[in-house]
């Protein structure tokens, strides 16, 4: 145990737990650890139901479209007034998102906590998967705040021209690789 | 003056909690932890008397110290099996949890005692009780975890003994890595502090019973269909993340 460096560990160990146990207070003492916080909980749905932004109209949120549109009229108060008013709407989304996966998992736990069967892996891939998605709000409400809207999709885009060209790559080079295989 | 008022101050804490345990019941709630500061008070008579002999004081002090980690692993055990009795699923998780954390403190103990075999010897009773304490630590952190991942609701009385005995733990842990063992500084003192401070908060918590929250039964639709309930989330989630990348398509 001695052997690590400078004690990270254990610095780590008691400076989280004295983090957990904060946390612990505070959500006890709010009440919102207990099972009351189930009451006022949605029936079991999808995100369509529970939200009230249409899911043909996301994809609008992040379009450009309007954006071009906008930008030949040449008023840049207007291009300005259109950024702020969609980074608005694009946050609220993504904030409606993660709540609906908070809801999702306090809807899950609730049932699961009690469940005499409970299985360890399902419920490691089920938290792995919550983890991986809150991350996913976490950065595009990052890369909304910082960049705006309209860059999420022009990001994603150059992110698949860039993996549409390495795969072109790929296939250009796999029949000199194979013809070369035969000769040798 | 002020280590020595300190310690007046936490045995007269100590048996006022003691007392008013055995008069509120509380005492046959949670037997382990009202043992365990059974066991304080009477280890403090013991170093008190043994003070004098510095010989007899250091092994009456070392082994009392051990033994009062080893039941507070037992007060760990006790507040599990207390929060989680009505909670088999979130029961079976943290005995998971608990029991990979013992089987890593194992492997990390071999492999450190492979990599460096003469530190079992060379090391002090210090270094001994920092390594106990922070695999203790990592135990209660991880348990905590569970606790809040599964919102598990408690009653004063518990959310009172966790947190304290919690924060016992961590400050015990951060003065073995970073307060000096000899001498009387400033973080001495402070650490000397914390222990008043935990047995302030363990009168107002345990003062009287408090009733357990009741977490509505188990609805017995789905008591036994966990496979139906995991499949419904991971069917919502992967709604949720159709959707999510909806906004990146072209």
């Keep these: 145990m001695n052997a690590l460096p400078g004690g990270v560990v254990a610095s780590g160990a008691a400076g989280g737990l004295l983090l957990l146990l904060l946390l612990l207070g505070i959500r006890q003492g709010n009440g919102s650890g207990g099972f009351d916080s189930q009451v006022n909980l949605p029936p079991t749905g999808t995100i369509g139901e529970l939200g009230p932004c249409p899911s043909d109209f996301v994809s609008k949120i992040f379009s450009e479209s309007d954006l071009t549109f906008v930008s030949s009229t040449g008023s840049s108060e207007l291009e300005r007034l259109l950024l702020r008013e969609r980074k608005q709407v694009a946050l609220a989304w993504v904030s409606q998102t993660s709540a609906f996966l908070s809801l999702v998992i306090r809807e899950h736990v609730a049932s699961a906590r009690s469940s005499q069967n409970l299985r360890i892996t399902t419920e490691v891939r089920i938290v792995a998967r919550y983890g991986q998605l809150m991350l996913i709000c976490g950065l595009l409400s990052v890369v909304i705040r910082i960049a705006g809207p309209f860059w999420v999709r022009g990001l994603a885009l150059y992110a698949q021209r860039l993996c549409q060209r390495t795969v072109q790559v790929a296939l250009l080079l796999e029949p000199k690789a194979a013809s070369g295989t035969h000769i040798v | ?250």
Aim: net charge positive.
């Design chain 2, 1 to 250: 003056m002020l280590s020595q008022f300190l310690w007046w101050t936490s045995i007269g804490m100590e048996v006022l909690l003691f007392g008013r345990g055995i008069a509120s019941g509380l005492s046959r709630r949670f037997p382990v932890f009202y043992g365990y500061l059974f066991f304080v008070l009477a280890q403090e008579v013991l170093r008190f008397l043994s003070f004098p002999n510095k010989v007899v004081y250091g092994y009456v002090y070392w082994s009392t110290e051990f033994l009062a980690v080893a039941i507070g692993c037992g007060v760990v055990l006790e507040i599990y099996r207390n929060a989680l009795a009505s909670f088999p699923g979130s029961a079976r998780m943290a005995r998971v949890v608990l029991t990979g954390v013992f089987l890593l403190a194992v492997l990390k103990g071999m492999v450190s005692a492979a990599g460096n075999p003469e530190w079992w010897l060379k090391a002090n009773t210090l270094e001994i009780e920092e390594a106990i304490r922070t695999v203790q630590a990592i135990g209660i952190l991880a348990l905590t975890a569970v606790f809040l991942f599964y919102a598990i609701p408690f009653g004063a009385n518990l959310r009172g003994l966790l947190i304290g005995y919690g924060f016992f733990v961590s400050a015990r842990v951060i003065s073995l890595m970073f307060v000096a063992p000899a001498g009387q500084g400033f973080w001495f003192y402070a650490y000397s502090a914390s222990y008043p401070l935990v047995l302030a908060l363990w009168i107002i918590c345990l003062w009287s019973p408090s009733e357990v929250p009741d977490h509505g039964g188990t609805d017995l639709r789905l008591e036994n269909d966990y496979q139906r309930i995991a499949t419904a989330t991971l069917r919502r989630l992967e709604h949720a993340r159709r959707y999510l990348t909806k906004v990146t398509q072209p």
